[in-house]
Protein backbone atom coordinates (compact mmCIF):
# COMPACT_ATOMS: atom_id res chain seq x y z
CA UNK A 1 0.00 0.00 0.00
CA UNK A 2 1.24 3.76 -0.96
CA UNK A 3 2.06 5.81 1.54
CA UNK A 4 0.91 9.05 0.79
CA UNK A 5 2.70 11.38 3.78
CA UNK A 6 5.78 9.69 1.98
CA UNK A 7 5.20 11.05 -1.48
CA UNK A 8 3.80 14.27 -0.38
CA UNK A 9 7.37 14.78 1.29
CA UNK A 10 8.74 13.98 -1.69
CA UNK A 11 6.96 16.40 -4.15
CA UNK A 12 7.48 19.10 -1.80
CA UNK A 13 10.52 18.19 -0.15
CA UNK A 14 13.43 20.89 -2.33
CA UNK A 15 15.15 20.09 -5.11
CA UNK A 16 18.85 20.60 -5.82
CA UNK A 17 19.36 22.48 -9.33
CA UNK A 18 21.68 20.73 -11.72
CA UNK A 19 24.30 22.88 -13.04
CA UNK A 20 24.32 23.54 -16.53
CA UNK A 21 26.73 21.65 -18.66
CA UNK A 22 29.09 23.95 -20.47
CA UNK A 23 29.39 24.81 -24.30
CA UNK A 24 32.15 24.04 -26.05
CA UNK A 25 33.92 27.40 -26.46
CA UNK A 26 33.74 26.59 -30.53
CA UNK A 27 30.33 26.87 -30.21
CA UNK A 28 30.74 30.25 -28.37
CA UNK A 29 32.74 31.32 -31.32
CA UNK A 30 30.13 30.06 -33.66
CA UNK A 31 27.54 32.12 -32.21
CA UNK A 32 29.52 35.33 -31.60
CA UNK A 33 30.81 35.27 -35.62
CA UNK A 34 26.97 34.27 -36.47
CA UNK A 35 25.62 37.34 -34.72
CA UNK A 36 28.75 39.90 -36.10
CA UNK A 37 27.43 38.07 -39.66
CA UNK A 38 24.03 39.05 -39.02
CA UNK A 39 24.43 42.94 -38.11
CA UNK A 40 27.22 43.17 -41.22
CA UNK A 41 24.17 42.13 -43.48
CA UNK A 42 21.69 44.41 -41.39
CA UNK A 43 24.14 47.13 -41.58
CA UNK A 44 24.68 46.37 -45.22
CA UNK A 45 20.99 46.17 -46.23
CA UNK A 46 20.50 50.01 -43.97
CA UNK A 47 23.34 51.22 -46.23
CA UNK A 48 21.42 50.21 -49.26
CA UNK A 49 18.60 51.91 -48.29
CA UNK A 50 20.14 54.68 -47.52
CA UNK A 51 21.67 55.35 -50.96
CA UNK A 52 18.80 54.51 -52.76
CA UNK A 53 16.79 57.16 -51.06
CA UNK A 54 19.87 59.72 -51.35
CA UNK A 55 19.68 58.79 -55.04
CA UNK A 56 16.00 58.71 -55.45
CA UNK A 57 16.25 62.54 -52.97
CA UNK A 58 18.75 63.69 -56.02
CA UNK A 59 16.81 62.50 -59.30
CA UNK A 60 13.91 64.15 -57.67
CA UNK A 61 15.88 67.55 -56.84
CA UNK A 62 17.46 67.19 -60.27
CA UNK A 63 14.34 67.11 -61.62
CA UNK A 64 12.47 69.84 -60.03
CA UNK A 65 15.30 72.09 -61.04
CA UNK A 66 15.27 71.10 -64.55
CA UNK A 67 11.10 71.91 -64.52
CA UNK A 68 11.71 75.44 -62.49
CA UNK A 69 14.41 76.15 -65.35
CA UNK A 70 12.11 75.17 -68.17
CA UNK A 71 9.68 77.12 -66.04
CA UNK A 72 11.99 80.03 -66.15
CA UNK A 73 12.46 80.15 -69.63
CA UNK A 74 8.88 80.10 -70.68
CA UNK A 75 8.38 83.12 -68.78
CA UNK A 76 10.84 84.99 -70.24
CA UNK A 77 9.42 83.65 -74.07
CA UNK A 78 6.29 85.28 -73.18
CA UNK A 79 7.97 88.12 -71.89
CA UNK A 80 9.72 88.80 -74.67
CA UNK A 81 6.62 88.11 -76.76
CA UNK A 82 4.32 90.37 -74.96
CA UNK A 83 7.13 93.00 -75.10
CA UNK A 84 7.39 93.22 -78.85
CA UNK A 85 3.59 93.45 -79.20
CA UNK A 86 4.10 96.29 -76.90
CA UNK A 87 6.46 97.40 -78.61
CA UNK A 88 5.52 96.78 -82.01
CA UNK A 89 1.84 97.46 -81.66
CA UNK A 90 0.18 99.89 -79.30
CA UNK A 91 3.54 101.84 -78.69
CA UNK A 92 3.29 102.58 -82.79
CA UNK A 93 0.01 103.16 -82.55
CA UNK A 94 0.40 105.63 -79.67
CA UNK A 95 3.21 107.37 -81.60
CA UNK A 96 1.13 107.88 -84.67
CA UNK A 97 -1.81 109.27 -82.40
CA UNK A 98 1.08 111.86 -80.84
CA UNK A 99 2.43 112.97 -83.99
CA UNK A 100 -1.63 113.35 -85.60
CA UNK A 101 -2.67 115.23 -82.65
CA UNK A 102 0.42 117.69 -82.92
CA UNK A 103 -0.78 118.30 -86.38
CA UNK A 104 -4.53 118.58 -85.64
CA UNK A 105 -3.17 121.54 -83.07
CA UNK A 106 -1.20 123.87 -85.61
CA UNK A 107 -4.75 123.65 -87.76
CA UNK A 108 -6.34 124.96 -85.01
CA UNK A 109 -6.86 129.40 -86.06
CA UNK A 110 -5.25 131.51 -83.59
CA UNK A 111 -9.21 132.31 -82.20
CA UNK A 112 -9.29 129.14 -80.80
CA UNK A 113 -6.52 129.05 -78.46
CA UNK A 114 -8.38 127.09 -75.94
CA UNK A 115 -9.20 124.37 -78.73
CA UNK A 116 -5.65 123.96 -79.51
CA UNK A 117 -4.67 124.12 -75.85
CA UNK A 118 -6.74 120.95 -75.00
CA UNK A 119 -5.58 119.38 -78.32
CA UNK A 120 -1.60 119.82 -76.95
CA UNK A 121 -2.76 118.29 -73.56
CA UNK A 122 -3.70 115.57 -74.94
CA UNK A 123 -0.88 115.17 -77.07
CA UNK A 124 1.28 115.53 -74.01
CA UNK A 125 -0.77 112.76 -72.03
CA UNK A 126 -0.38 110.37 -75.61
CA UNK A 127 3.44 110.71 -74.83
CA UNK A 128 3.86 110.28 -71.23
CA UNK A 129 1.61 107.17 -72.38
CA UNK A 130 3.71 105.83 -74.92
CA UNK A 131 6.54 106.73 -72.62
CA UNK A 132 5.12 104.22 -69.95
CA UNK A 133 4.39 101.49 -72.83
CA UNK A 134 7.96 102.23 -73.32
CA UNK A 135 9.31 101.50 -69.49
CA UNK A 136 6.85 98.77 -69.13
CA UNK A 137 8.31 97.21 -72.55
CA UNK A 138 11.82 97.37 -71.10
CA UNK A 139 11.01 96.03 -67.64
CA UNK A 140 9.80 92.97 -69.51
CA UNK A 141 11.95 92.05 -71.55
CA UNK A 142 15.47 94.96 -71.62
CA UNK A 143 16.42 94.89 -75.39
CA UNK A 144 20.04 96.64 -74.20
CA UNK A 145 21.13 93.26 -71.86
CA UNK A 146 20.85 91.45 -75.72
CA UNK A 147 22.49 94.23 -77.63
CA UNK A 148 25.20 96.08 -75.13
CA UNK A 149 25.76 93.72 -72.35
CA UNK A 150 24.75 92.85 -68.71
CA UNK A 151 26.94 96.20 -67.31
CA UNK A 152 24.69 98.54 -69.70
CA UNK A 153 21.62 97.13 -68.65
CA UNK A 154 21.96 96.83 -65.12
CA UNK A 155 23.39 100.69 -65.38
CA UNK A 156 20.30 101.48 -67.41
CA UNK A 157 18.47 99.93 -64.88
CA UNK A 158 19.79 101.70 -61.91
CA UNK A 159 19.20 105.02 -63.37
CA UNK A 160 15.81 104.29 -64.77
CA UNK A 161 15.23 102.89 -60.55
CA UNK A 162 16.34 105.89 -58.92
CA UNK A 163 14.15 108.42 -61.21
CA UNK A 164 11.15 106.52 -60.66
CA UNK A 165 11.54 105.73 -57.42
CA UNK A 166 13.55 108.46 -56.03
CA UNK A 167 16.27 106.30 -54.46
CA UNK A 168 19.76 106.97 -55.54
CA UNK A 169 21.45 103.58 -56.28
CA UNK A 170 25.12 103.83 -57.12
CA UNK A 171 26.60 101.29 -59.95
CA UNK A 172 29.85 100.17 -60.20
CA UNK A 173 31.40 97.30 -62.33
CA UNK A 174 35.21 96.89 -61.29
CA UNK A 175 36.93 95.66 -63.90
CA UNK A 176 35.89 93.52 -67.28
CA UNK A 177 33.00 91.13 -66.20
CA UNK A 178 33.66 89.30 -70.24
CA UNK A 179 31.11 87.39 -71.80
CA UNK A 180 28.69 85.10 -70.32
CA UNK A 181 25.81 83.00 -71.59
CA UNK A 182 22.59 84.71 -72.02
CA UNK A 183 20.93 82.91 -69.15
CA UNK A 184 23.22 84.21 -66.71
CA UNK A 185 23.05 86.95 -67.82
CA UNK A 186 19.45 87.64 -67.91
CA UNK A 187 19.36 85.63 -64.21
CA UNK A 188 21.60 87.90 -62.92
CA UNK A 189 19.54 90.83 -64.33
CA UNK A 190 16.60 89.58 -63.31
CA UNK A 191 18.20 89.18 -59.48
CA UNK A 192 19.03 92.26 -59.31
CA UNK A 193 15.60 93.86 -60.56
CA UNK A 194 13.69 91.83 -57.91
CA UNK A 195 16.27 93.29 -55.25
CA UNK A 196 15.90 96.49 -56.05
CA UNK A 197 11.87 96.35 -56.58
CA UNK A 198 12.55 94.94 -52.14
CA UNK A 199 14.63 97.56 -51.56
CA UNK A 200 11.63 100.59 -52.80
CA UNK A 201 9.18 97.77 -51.09
CA UNK A 202 10.52 97.32 -47.83
CA UNK A 203 13.67 99.01 -46.76
CA UNK A 204 12.53 102.27 -46.74
CA UNK A 205 15.92 102.98 -47.60
CA UNK A 206 16.89 106.16 -49.77
CA UNK A 207 19.90 105.14 -51.42
CA UNK A 208 21.47 101.23 -52.34
CA UNK A 209 24.06 100.08 -54.05
CA UNK A 210 24.37 97.46 -57.43
CA UNK A 211 27.84 95.97 -58.40
CA UNK A 212 28.76 93.09 -60.56
CA UNK A 213 32.38 91.92 -61.23
CA UNK A 214 33.95 88.73 -62.60
CA UNK A 215 35.94 87.29 -59.92
CA UNK A 216 38.33 83.98 -61.96
CA UNK A 217 35.00 81.85 -63.42
CA UNK A 218 32.18 83.13 -61.33
CA UNK A 219 30.49 86.59 -61.60
CA UNK A 220 29.71 88.44 -58.45
CA UNK A 221 26.27 90.22 -58.05
CA UNK A 222 25.85 92.74 -54.66
CA UNK A 223 22.84 94.76 -53.87
CA UNK A 224 22.42 96.13 -50.63
CA UNK A 225 21.11 98.79 -48.50
CA UNK A 226 20.93 100.59 -45.22
CA UNK A 227 17.14 100.16 -44.51
CA UNK A 228 15.02 99.07 -41.77
CA UNK A 229 16.44 95.14 -42.26
CA UNK A 230 14.75 92.52 -40.73
CA UNK A 231 15.37 89.56 -38.86
CA UNK A 232 15.50 86.12 -40.42
CA UNK A 233 14.95 84.12 -37.96
CA UNK A 234 11.53 85.86 -37.71
CA UNK A 235 10.86 85.64 -41.17
CA UNK A 236 11.14 81.45 -41.86
CA UNK A 237 8.72 79.92 -43.46
CA UNK A 238 6.97 83.49 -44.31
CA UNK A 239 9.48 84.34 -46.92
CA UNK A 240 8.35 86.91 -49.63
CA UNK A 241 7.58 85.91 -53.53
CA UNK A 242 10.66 88.19 -54.62
CA UNK A 243 13.59 86.06 -52.24
CA UNK A 244 11.51 83.07 -53.84
CA UNK A 245 12.28 84.09 -57.31
CA UNK A 246 15.42 85.11 -56.68
CA UNK A 247 16.48 81.85 -55.28
CA UNK A 248 15.20 79.57 -58.20
CA UNK A 249 16.61 81.99 -60.54
CA UNK A 250 20.48 81.53 -58.92
CA UNK A 251 19.58 77.77 -58.82
CA UNK A 252 19.17 77.94 -62.25
CA UNK A 253 22.29 78.77 -63.53
CA UNK A 254 24.12 76.82 -60.31
CA UNK A 255 25.69 79.79 -58.59
CA UNK A 256 24.96 80.41 -54.56
CA UNK A 257 22.95 83.27 -52.64
CA UNK A 258 23.71 85.02 -49.23
CA UNK A 259 21.08 87.11 -47.43
CA UNK A 260 22.15 89.20 -44.65
CA UNK A 261 20.12 91.17 -42.57
CA UNK A 262 19.41 92.74 -38.79
CA UNK A 263 17.02 95.30 -38.29
CA UNK A 264 17.91 98.62 -38.64
CA UNK A 265 20.90 97.28 -40.03
CA UNK A 266 20.35 97.20 -43.74
CA UNK A 267 20.28 94.20 -46.12
CA UNK A 268 23.10 92.72 -48.28
CA UNK A 269 22.38 90.17 -51.34
CA UNK A 270 25.00 88.78 -52.31
CA UNK A 271 24.99 85.92 -55.36
CA UNK A 272 28.10 84.15 -57.09
CA UNK A 273 27.65 82.38 -60.63
CA UNK A 274 29.87 80.66 -62.70
CA UNK A 275 30.62 81.99 -65.55
CA UNK A 276 30.22 78.78 -67.78
CA UNK A 277 27.68 77.14 -65.78
CA UNK A 278 26.25 74.54 -68.74
CA UNK A 279 29.51 72.91 -68.88
CA UNK A 280 30.14 72.84 -65.07
CA UNK A 281 26.97 71.04 -64.68
CA UNK A 282 26.34 69.38 -61.85
CA UNK A 283 29.90 70.36 -59.95
CA UNK A 284 27.92 73.34 -59.32
CA UNK A 285 24.51 72.53 -58.90
CA UNK A 286 25.94 70.35 -55.54
CA UNK A 287 28.01 72.95 -54.80
CA UNK A 288 24.87 75.53 -54.37
CA UNK A 289 23.65 76.97 -51.05
CA UNK A 290 21.43 79.86 -49.74
CA UNK A 291 22.35 81.58 -46.35
CA UNK A 292 19.98 83.53 -44.44
CA UNK A 293 21.60 85.06 -41.49
CA UNK A 294 22.09 88.08 -39.45
CA UNK A 295 24.67 90.39 -40.13
CA UNK A 296 28.12 90.59 -37.93
Same mark, same amino acid.
Given at each position: MVDVMQVLQDVLRPRKRSKPTPRPRSE????? !????????????????????????? !???GVALRQLTGRLLQAQEEERRRLARELHDGLNQQLAMLTVELGVLARQVPDNQAQLRDGILNLRRRTEELSN?????????????????? %?????????????????????????????????EVALSLYRVAQEALRNVAKHSGAREAWVEIARRGHNLR???????????????????? %??LISIKERVQFVHGSLSVKSAPEQGTRIEVHVPISWKESGYQYDRKYHETTSIAG
Open positions: DQALS !NNGFRALESIGRDLEGVICKVAAEG !NRSDVRSMTHHLHPATLEHLG %LVSALRGHCVDFSRHQHIHVRFTAPGEVGHMPRLLVMDEGCGFAPSKTEGNVG %LG
